[in-house]
């Protein structure tokens, strides 16, 4: 069955009667009926986070509820992911993701179950870790969907693969998994859905993004190269922090000037690192970018002023040719999540339908970076791909803040706390529910 006729038979399944729509799983009572025993493995993960490709006891759990569901389970799947099957008979294959690692973060909520575990990056820095980005929700939702859907099999028919993905923070882990055969020892979707808390809706309420949702995220370093010399005598020197505060500043004309004002973009210098004593002129200073686009000629525009920009000043100060600053730009890139719009608009349609029209809607994209969008990627022209948001606010909270113009604290602040069970609640619902209408019975 086609991607088209999927969808074909997704709009003749809004008008099936109200009979057939009542006999439909009473979803929101179980979970509500589970929450108590969500909220306590919730506590437990958020306690004890992991960092990247570092997931080894939050995969074992995820592992141990799909098997005790009944699916066939897999671990080690692109270094620490889980794939978990469960087929139910003739039907699409819908997949579900959630997302398993922590941040470095040295957590400052204050909850009793606030995490004080410590590790070491694969990046070889030691930090505190902390679910500072709400995957420990994510993976209690998940959970919570694996049983609703083997409790539901006469609810649905097809095949349901449900993927624990690690390294989502550094964008690696969707693109380890697809490596590691995710595609090809296991069903091949046809549909893929997952969500992400934030903190920018009210608690409970999900948001829909057609298009792009999320950002290309690249990391480019610039070290730019001068003559180093004594601060006395600095027409006997290139210097190099003159030149790198020139290249930042020129830097901001790429998105004022040469990108498209309907064209998002973002180029924030970090990090400027140059030098160390009052009195000497270095031989280099260190820049640190991050470089935010959605399209893929956004983003070479951008990454191609960088290289220019950097050359170009680094003439203009005079530079021999043998010292042009070097550009680099990290591989790999965690590239832009991508929502089909026509599948996410029937997404988004089914959650008004679900949830209400104040309970769903649409939402602008964003330049934070997910790798979700890799799934999709990996055969777009077949499948149906949609992450949500569920919010995590307390609408009292968002309502103050602007009222007051207060910030609040953001995804990967040392201080986020999501209201844990309404985002369980919400996600767990909205994915099982959507996963049920796309392997209808029959």
Not at 83 to 98: D, E, H, K, Q, S
Not at 132 to 135: E, K, P, R, T
Not at 298 to 302: G, P, T
Not at 361 to 372: H, L, S
């Given at each position: 069955?086609?991607?088209?006729s999927?969808l074909a038979l997704?709009?003749a399944?809004?008008?099936?009667?109200?009979?057939?729509?009542?006999?439909?799983?009473?979803l929101r009572?179980?979970i509500?009926?589970d929450?108590?025993?969500?909220?306590?493995?919730?506590r437990?993960?958020h306690?004890?986070?992991?960092?990247?490709?570092?997931e080894?006891k939050?995969?074992?759990?995820?592992?141990?509820?799909?098997?005790?569901?009944?699916?066939?389970?897999?671990e080690?799947?692109?270094r620490?992911g889980v794939?978990?099957?469960?087929?139910?008979?003739?039907?699409?294959?819908?997949?579900?993701?959630?997302d398993m690692?922590?941040?470095p973060?040295v957590?400052?909520?204050?909850?009793?179950?606030a995490s004080k575990?410590?590790?070491?990056?694969?990046a070889?820095v030691?930090?505190g870790?902390?679910h500072?980005?709400?995957?420990d929700?994510?993976?209690?939702a998940?959970?919570?969907?694996?049983?609703?859907?083997?409790a539901?099999?006469?609810?649905?028919?097809?095949?349901?693969?449900?993927?624990?993905?690690?390294?989502?923070?550094?964008g690696l882990?969707?693109r380890?998994m697809l490596?590691?055969g995710?595609?090809?020892?296991?069903p091949?979707?046809?549909f893929?859905l997952?969500?992400?808390?934030?903190?920018?809706l009210?608690?409970?309420v999900?948001?829909?993004?057609?298009?792009y949702a999320?950002?290309n995220?690249?990391?480019v370093d610039?070290?730019v190269k001068g003559l180093g010399?004594?601060?006395a005598?600095?027409?006997t020197?290139?210097d190099?922090i003159v030149?790198?505060?020139?290249i930042?500043?020129r830097?901001?004309t790429l998105?004022s000037?040469?990108?498209?004002?309907f064209?998002?973009?973002v180029?924030t210098?970090?990090?400027?690192?140059?030098g160390a004593?009052?009195?000497i002129?270095?031989?280099?200073?260190?820049?640190?970018?991050?470089?935010?686009s959605?399209?893929?000629e956004?983003?070479?525009?951008?990454l191609d002023?960088?290289?220019r920009i950097?050359?170009g000043?680094?003439m203009?100060s005079g530079?021999?040719?043998d010292?042009m600053?070097?550009v680099?730009?990290?591989?790999p890139?965690t590239r832009?999540?991508?929502n089909p719009?026509a599948?996410?608009?029937?997404?988004?349609?089914?959650?008004k339908?679900q949830?209400g029209?104040?309970?769903a809607?649409?939402?602008?994209?964003?330049?934070?970076?997910?790798?979700?969008g890799?799934f999709?990627?990996?055969d777009?022209?077949?499948?149906?791909?949609?992450?949500?948001?569920?919010g995590g606010?307390?609408a009292?909270?968002?309502?103050?803040?602007k009222?007051?113009?207060?910030?609040?604290?953001?995804?990967?602040?040392?201080?986020?706390?999501?209201?844990?069970?309404?985002?369980i609640?919400?996600?767990?619902?909205?994915?099982?529910s959507e996963?049920?209408?796309?392997m209808?019975?029959g």
């Open positions: 069955m086609t991607f088209r999927l997704g709009a399944a809004l008008c099936i009667p109200a009979a057939v729509q009542a006999a439909a799983p009473d009572a179980e509500a009926a929450l108590p025993g969500l909220l306590q493995t919730y437990a993960l306690a004890h986070p992991e960092l990247s490709f570092q080894v939050s995969a074992a759990q995820l592992a141990a509820a799909a098997r005790k569901a009944g699916f066939e389970v897999t080690k799947v692109g620490t794939v978990a099957v469960l087929r139910n008979g003739p039907g699409p294959t819908v997949l579900v993701r959630a690692d922590g941040l973060v957590e400052q909520t204050g909850l009793p179950f575990d410590r590790g070491t990056s694969t070889g030691e930090s870790i902390m500072a980005c709400g995957h929700t994510h993976m209690t998940w959970m919570e969907v694996a049983k609703l859907m083997a539901h099999r006469d609810a649905w028919s097809g095949t349901l693969v449900m993927v624990g993905q690690p390294a989502e923070e550094v882990g969707a380890a490596a590691d995710l595609f090809t020892r296991f091949k979707p046809d893929a997952a969500f992400h808390d934030t903190g920018d009210p608690s409970g999900i948001g829909v993004t057609p298009g999320l950002a995220v690249d990391s610039i070290t010399g004594h601060g005598y600095p027409q020197t290139k190099p030149l790198a505060s020139a930042v500043m830097l901001q998105i000037r040469e990108n498209s004002p064209e998002p973009g180029v210098v970090g990090s400027f690192h140059a004593k009052h009195n002129i270095p031989d280099e200073a260190r820049l640190q970018l991050t470089v935010r959605y399209s893929d956004q983003r070479k525009l951008l002023g960088i290289r950097a050359a000043e680094a203009a530079v021999p040719q010292r600053p070097v680099s730009v990290l591989d890139y832009a999540t991508f719009p599948f996410s608009q029937r997404v988004l349609a089914d959650m339908r949830f029209d104040t309970g809607v649409q939402t602008p994209p964003v330049m934070a970076g997910e790798d979700f890799e999709w990627r990996a777009p022209d077949r499948m149906g791909a949609t992450i949500f948001w569920v606010r307390p009292s909270e968002l309502d103050a803040a009222r007051d113009g207060r910030a609040l604290p953001s995804l990967h602040s040392p201080f986020w706390a999501p209201e844990a069970d309404k985002v609640a919400a996600g767990a619902e909205a994915l099982a996963a049920m209408r796309l209808p019975k």
